[in-house]
């Protein structure tokens, strides 16, 4: 097993504007982060709306076509022999 991962640093050893540096990163990947749970939440949100809407249309039209009956009368015309 390689090991691929960066050695651990000794924060005492880094100056201020090291740490400072460190701490204003560390602020900025919160707030993306922050951004893309938001982002994320209101893709869900769209995405089951929209899953929502589909499956209504569907259900009504289901629910309309179990309605009409103009087909239920319809009689083949008899057949004309000649």
């Given at each position: ?9 000794d924060?005492?050893?880094?100056r ?67």
């Amino acid at each position: 097993m390689s090991d691929d991962h960066m050695p651990k640093v000794d924060i005492s050893k880094l100056r201020q504007r090291e740490l400072h540096f460190i701490k204003e990163v560390e602020a900025k990947n919160l707030e993306r982060v922050q951004k893309l749970t938001a982002l994320r939440r209101k893709n869900l949100i769209t995405g089951l709306l929209l899953g929502v809407g589909v499956l209504g249309i569907y259900g009504y039209s289901m629910y309309a076509v179990k309605q009409e009956t103009f087909l239920d009368d319809f009689e083949e015309p008899a057949k004309v022999h000649q």
